[in-house]
């Protein structure tokens, strides 16, 4: 047992976990989006916001839990990643019943997006309206994008866009990005499971280890 080992180990600083900053980011674009597109009476509205919600507070939760249950961090975790699941079939199902393009794998707006490192709902909406404008102006551009990249993008379908389409499928990229941080978070969550055990065992290598104290 490590000597500097305490009984509740160190938990907590979700805020700090890139996965908390875009699931939250998700959030509050799916709020907008959400009061813009979707019927505020309708329970199509209440789901996709309380899914947001949910995938944001079990990160936390998930986190805050950590210090005397690993169980039941990777358990908030998993269902946050779940929430967020729900949450893209709901973005997917957007587009479809709409006629509206989900777009491909390769499409060169999705790593333009994630090249943006878009912090608010603003950053994501300001965006957007660039690529709903052609991003033909170069002025707004960031130091992370090129004039290549804003040409390729441009060339797409020109005019042919939609801002609902465009808002959807940045939500979409953000979701996925998301997702595949939590796929590494819970597999390292597991894994230090495996290999410290839980509070129970903790408990009992800290108790073995004070009874050899005590008999010195």
């Not at 939609?162 to 595949?180: F, Y």
């Not at 009992?204 to 280890?209: A, E, H, L, P």
Request: charged residues 30%.
């Amino acid at each position: 047992m490590n000597d500097k080992e305490t009984l509740i180990s160190k938990h907590g600083g979700y805020r700090k976990l890139k996965s908390f900053q875009l699931g939250q980011l998700v959030f509050d674009v799916t709020v907008r989006f959400c009061d813009h597109y979707i019927g505020k009476r309708s329970r199509t509205h209440d789901q996709m916001v309380q899914a947001a919600r949910s995938g944001v507070q079990n990160i936390a939760e998930g986190s805050q839990a950590s210090g005397t249950s690993k169980k039941t961090e990777i358990k908030l975790t998993s269902v946050a990643r779940a929430s967020l699941e729900e949450l893209r079939l709901d973005y997917e199902d957007f587009l479809r019943q709409r006629g509206l393009p989900l777009w491909a794998v390769d499409d060169p707006r999705r790593k333009n997006l994630v090249a943006r490192r878009c912090t608010s709902a603003d950053d994501v909406a300001r965006w957007v309206k660039d690529i709903y404008d052609g991003q033909n102006r170069l002025d707004g551009l960031n130091d992370n994008q090129s004039i290549s990249s804003i040409k390729s993008i441009s060339s797409i379908n020109p005019g042919k866009s939609t801002i609902p389409e465009i808002a959807a499928n940045a939500v979409l990229v953000l979701i996925g990005v998301t997702c595949s941080l939590l796929d590494r978070q819970l597999a390292t969550q597991a894994e230090a499971f495996l290999k410290e055990g839980g509070f129970t065992e903790r408990i009992y290598r800290m108790r073995v280890q004070n009874r050899k104290r005590n008999l010195k």
